[in-house]
């Protein structure tokens, strides 16, 4: 069983950068791939970015060359670091890990991100 929690969220100006953590209560060994993903209002929740236990990464192509995600599995936590935010990138962002053996997955409770001058 994990538990994660997002924290890092908050209200940024357009052009502006906020950094995402998301903390697991349980291991997130190196057979969980853990991602980002969002959704805004009256839209689905859709991938932001991921990266397995060996550090493979994946983005969404509207983030790709502004957001990097990175995990540490000593410590439990993932983080995305958010550049040059736009008001599009406004959402709920949750931290989700999937076991890549059991095909089980975990949600965070999300953290609100808000772009606007």
């Known amino acids: 069983q994990v538990q994660l929690v997002e924290s890092g969220g908050g209200l940024v100006q357009p052009g502006g950068s906020l950094r995402l953590s998301c903390a697991a209560s349980g291991s997130i060994s190196r057979v969980y791939t853990m991602g980002w993903y969002r959704q805004a209002p009256g839209k689905q929740r859709e991938l932001v970015a991921a990266v397995t236990g060996g550090g493979s990464t994946n983005y969404a192509d509207s983030v790709k060359g502004r957001f990097t995600i990175s995990r540490d599995n000593a410590k439990m936590t993932v983080h995305l670091q958010m550049n040059s935010l736009k008001p599009e990138d406004t959402a709920v962002y949750y931290c989700?890990?999937?076991?890549?053996?059991?095909?089980?997955?975990?949600w965070g409770q999300g953290t609100q991100v808000t772009v606007s001058s």
């Open positions: 989700r890990a999937y076991h890549d053996w059991s095909g089980s997955v975990y």
